[in-house]
């Protein structure tokens, strides 16, 4: 690993020399510094990569996880969504079309007829975090209100009309933020819709959402709606598809596959680039320094580093590829930085400090998926096991499973033998956190965490941050001692 030089002044340091060996988000810890930021939230965490997101999150490109909900609640919060490269052109384009038209305040009921049934809204009621159905008359309007707890006692047949809360607390959609959290607040409401002038339903919004409104700014486009990224893959026309998506209106492209530093990628990256002007290009995956330079050579504004780290990734025991993340990420930041470019750091997040590690090592962005797998807004279906505890199942996308959805158009012979070899755990059970089931949730953990760390090193913003920090390297009983414990020992 390149010994990073403390009198470049822009990059962090470590705290007794540079290692000659890789290092892991556990190896490493930072070690606080003077500081003169007097609040966590003054800390700004707007990225460096120009695309325009105001928190340093991006949603990897999993089928079971990134989808129309995902996209629509993190664009809200600041972060990015990019869509899977599997999903077929006309799915993407409903998809990009929703995400656009969504408001940045206000989040998109799930509504039914009166005539509709108890079973048929708790099929739908755990796709959102706000937990009720709003009932909707012929005209539009909301006349009742449908949690799960007002199942109690019926059958699944039985109608909404007879079982929902007809006692409506509406907000009007003119009222912002900080007004609908003092109503809501005032009359003790968790939850609302929310209508327009004539009455008719728009949206809805819980009172921590309301709160989270006045936090956190939604990343936006140039004409105000909400940002969405798109992966591409290299095989087929990447250059069409990219073509086809930017005409959508998508934001970002992702040209996606797991060997990011192959010939294929260079070129695949040249086409996608003359189809696309001045369309941001990410691409990836590398952990090297050279495959970043090549890649941005070929036309990339932003390299996704990190190959194996990821939780449902098998690579690295498959076939012993892969780099510790911090150290790739370390190296591939100063190679883009030189040449005037960014990295995203795919992968290996556990927990916030590791988002902050990685802002520390120089990534502009923090790119994850399974950890956000089992939320009310990943694109996999609620499950429930036999002891009533939620649940998603996800996979990896090198796995088997999502080797098949890829190649449903391929001839038999070619996906059997395709699905002979995998790099990727097909199945596992996500289970949702009670205490925090909704990925905002967990973005409010990341956040809290980051701007926290962002004080230790006296920095208020993602720049200050990358430069102030001061990185020591830790045994593993030194990052076991910093784990909390939530019994006695």
Known sequence: MKAIREEEGNVMRFLNGTPNYDLTYNDVFMVPSLSDVQSRQGVDLSTTDGLGTTIPVVVSNMTAIAGRRMAETVARRGGLVVLPQDIPLDVVENVVRFVKSRHTIYETPITMPADGTVGEALSLIYKRAHGAVVVVDGDGRPSGIFTEHDSVGFDRFAQLQNVMSREIISLNSSMSAEAMFEEMTERRISFAPVVDDSGKLVGCITRKGALRSTIYKPA????????????????????????????????????????GHQTKMLQAIEQVRANVASLPVVAGNVVTASGTRDLINAGADII????????????RMMTGVGRPQFSAVLECAEQAAQLGKHVWADGGVRHPRDVALGLAAGAANIMFGSWLAGTYESAADTLRDTNGRLYKESFGMASNRAVRNRTRDESAV???????????????????????????????????????????AGASNILEFRKNAIIGIQSASGYEEGRPRDTSW
């Open 220 to 259: 936006l486009d140039r004409d105000g709606q909400l940002m969405i990224g798109v992966a591409v893959g290299i095989n087929a026309d990447p250059a069409a598809r990219a073509l086809a998506l930017s005409k959508m209106g998508v934001d970002v492209l992702v040209v996606d596959t797991a060997h």
């Open 304 to 315: 996704k580093v990190g190959v194996g780290p990821g939780a449902m990734c098998t690579t």
């Open 414 to 456: 070619e996906r059997a033998r395709k699905e002979l070899f995998e790099e990727g755990i097909s199945t596992s059970r996500m289970y949702l956190d009670p205490e925090r089931p909704s990925v905002e949730d967990i973005l409010d953990q990341i956040v809290a965490g980051v701007r926290s760390s962002c004080t230790y």
